[in-house]
C-alpha cells in the first residue's frame, strides 16, 4: 500500500474501531451509571439498548442513503452526529439525557459503519488488496469489542463512568480532521430513488427483532413484550420481502442477497459474531462467578485472546489469498467450534487456562470467520453495489452481536434455575448452565460450518467441474 493508503485505512478502521468500542465499553460501567443517573435496574440495559436498536435498525437504510447522496458525505454526517452525542452522553444530568445520547450515538454508527465499509472496498481494488484492507478492518472491529470490555473497567473505576463516553469524543474529534483530508467521494451511479416502503418495513423489522432479543435477555422469551416483538420483527420481514419483489428500485436487490457468496457469506458472519460474544459473556460468568475473579483479573485473560486476534487478523487475508476465502471461512467456523466445545469440560476449580487456550484458539477461527466473510459477501460486486453489499456484512454483524448474547444467556440460564431447583448449589447451578451454553453454542457454529460447506464449496466444485 501506498502512504496515503494506509492513511486511508487508518482513518476508516478508526471509526469502525470507535464504534466497535462504544457498543461494549459501558458494560461494566453500568452498576455505577445506574445509581448516578437515577437509572434502576429494571432499566439499566437501556443504556446498552438505546444504542444497539438504531444502530442495528437503520444500517441498510443509511447504506443505501450514502450509496445516492455520497458515501463520505454520509460517513462524515454520521461522524459528526456520533461526536455531538458522545458530548452529550459525557456530560448528561439524568436518565432521559443519557438515553437519547445513546440512541443518537446509535444512529450516527448507522450511518457510520456501512458507509465505512463501502469506502474501504472502493478505495481498494478487489484482489490481496482489497483482502488485506477488510483483513485489517475485522480485526480492529473484533479488537473493538474486546477492549471496549477491557478498557470500559479501567476507565471507570480511574476516572467514572463519563470517561467512557468521553473517549468517543476525542476518537471521533480525531477522525473527523483526518477524514475530509483523505476521503474521496463515492456513489452510486445509478439514478435511483429511495425506496421508503422498503426503508419502512426492513428497518422496523430489524428494530423489532433487536428490541425482542435484548428484552429476552432480561425478562425471558415468554414474556408478553418479546412475544410481540419477535412476531412483529418476523411480518415486517416478510413484508419487506415482498416489497422487494415488487419495487423498481428496490433497498436491497434481490438478485444479490441471492448470491451464494452474499447470502452463506453473511450466515458465517452472523453466527461467527452471535456465537463468539455468547462465549465471551459466558467466560465472564464463569471467570467471575464461578472462579471469582476481579473484573481487571478476567479483563487479562481477554486481553490474551485480544492478542491472538490481532496477530489473526493480519495473517488472515494470505490465507485467503492463497485458499479463497469460501473455503477459510469453512475451516475457521469449524475450528471456532471445536475450541468452544473444549470449554464445556470447564471445572469449578482452576480453569483460567483452559478458558485462555481454548478461548485464544476460538478467536482464531473468529477472525479468520470475520474477515472471509466479509471479502466473500462483498467480492465480484459492481462498485454500484458496495453500499448495499457492505450494508448487508454490517447488518449480519450487528444483529450477530444483539442476538447471540440472549440466546445463549437464555438457555444458560434455563438449565441453572432446573439444576436450582433439584437442589444443586449456587456455583454447580451456574457451571451447569454454562456448561449447556457453551455446548449449543458449538452445535450452532458446527452447523453453520457445515450448511456453508454445502452452500459454497459443492457449489463452486460444480461451477469448476469440466463439461
Not at 459501558?26 to 455505577?32: D, E, F, G, K
Not at 443518537?104 to 448507522?110: E, N, P
Not at 469449578?348 to 487456562?353: A, D, I, K, Q, T
Not at 449456587?426 to 457454529?445: F, Y
Request: one cysteine or more.
Amino acid at each position: 500500500m501506498s502512504a496515503r493508503a494506509w492513511l486511508v485505512l487508518f482513518v476508516l478502521c478508526a471509526a469502525q474501531f470507535m464504534v466497535a468500542l462504544d457498543f461494549s465499553i459501558l458494560n461494566i460501567a453500568l452498576p455505577t451509571l445506574g445509581p448516578d443517573l437515577g437509572l434502576d435496574d429494571a432499566n439499566l440495559q437501556w443504556a446498552v439498548t438505546a444504542f444497539a436498536l438504531p444502530s442495528g435498525g437503520f444500517l441498510l437504510l443509511a447504506g443505501r442513503i450514502g450509496d445516492l447522496i455520497g458515501r463520505r458525505r454520509m460517513f462524515i454526517a454520521g461522524l459528526v452526529l456520533f461526536t455531538a452525542a458522545s458530548v452529550l452522553a459525557t456530560f448528561a444530568w439524568g436518565a432521559g439525557p443519557f438515553l437519547a445520547a445513546r440512541a443518537l450515538q446509535g444512529l450516527g454508527a448507522a450511518a457510520i459503519v456501512p458507509t465505512g465499509m463501502a469506502l474501504l472496498t472502493t478505495s481498494f481494488k478487489e484482489g490481496p488488496l482489497r483482502d488485506r484492507a477488510i483483513g485489517i478492518s475485522g480485526m480492529i472491529l473484533s479488537l473493538g469489542f474486546t477492549v471496549g470490555v477491557v478498557l470500559g473497567g479501567v476507565l471507570t473505576q480511574a476516572f467514572g463512568w463519563r470517561s467512557t463516553m468521553a473517549l468517543g469524543v476525542v476518537m471521533g474529534a480525531l477522525v473527523l480532521v483526518l477524514a475530509p483530508l483523505l476521503l474521496t467521494e463515492s456513489r452510486s451511479q445509478e439514478r435511483a430513488q429511495l425506496d421508503v416502503p422498503g426503508a419502512v418495513t426492513v428497518s422496523g423489522g430489524l428494530l423489532a427483532l433487536i428490541y425482542g432479543m435484548s428484552e429476552a435477555a432480561q425478562r425471558g422469551w415468554a414474556h408478553i413484550d418479546v412475544i410481540i416483538a419477535v412476531a412483529a420483527a418476523l411480518v415486517l420481514l416478510v413484508a419487506f420481502w415482498n416489497v422487494e419483489k415488487r419495487a423498481q428500485h428496490p433497498l436491497v436487490a434481490l438478485a444479490v442477497l441471492k448470491r451464494p457468496t452474499v447470502a452463506f457469506g453473511n450466515l458465517g458472519g452472523m453466527v461467527t459474531f452471535a456465537m463468539m460474544s455468547a462465549v465471551m459473556f459466558l467466560s465472564t460468568l464463569y471467570l467471575q462467578q464461578v472462579l471469582g475473579l476481579q473484573p481487571a483479573e478476567s479483563g487479562l485473560v481477554f486481553g490474551v485472546m485480544g492478542v491472538v486476534a490481532a496477530v489473526t487478523g493480519v495473517i488472515a487475508p494470505r490465507f485467503i489469498a492463497r485458499f479463497g476465502a469460501r473455503l477459510v471461512l469453512v475451516v475457521a467456523l469449524s475450528l471456532q467450534a471445536v475450541a468452544i466445545s473444549l470449554l464445556v469440560f470447564l471445572g469449578p476449580g482452576n480453569g483460567v487456562v483452559l478458558v485462555a487456550v481454548a478461548g485464544s484458539v476460538a478467536c482464531i477461527g473468529h477472525l479468520g470467520a470475520v474477515v472471509s466473510y466479509g471479502v466473500a459477501a462483498t467480492s465480484g460486486l459492481d462498485n454500484d453495489e458496495q453500499g448495499l453489499a457492505t450494508g448487508l456484512v454490517t447488518t449480519a454483524q450487528q444483529v450477530g452481536v444483539t442476538i447471540g448474547i440472549p440466546i445463549i444467556s437464555a438457555v444458560a440460564a434455563a438449565v441453572t434455575a432446573t439444576l436450582t431447583v433439584r437442589g444443586a448449589g449456587t456455583v454447580d447451578a451456574a457451571l451447569g448452565g454454562i456448561r449447556t451454553g457453551l455446548l449449543v453454542d458449538a452445535v450452532v457454529v458446527a452447523a453453520a460450518a457445515v450448511a456453508i460447506g454445502f452452500g459454497l464449496l459443492r457449489r463452486r466444485a460444480a461451477v469448476d467441474a469440466p463439461r
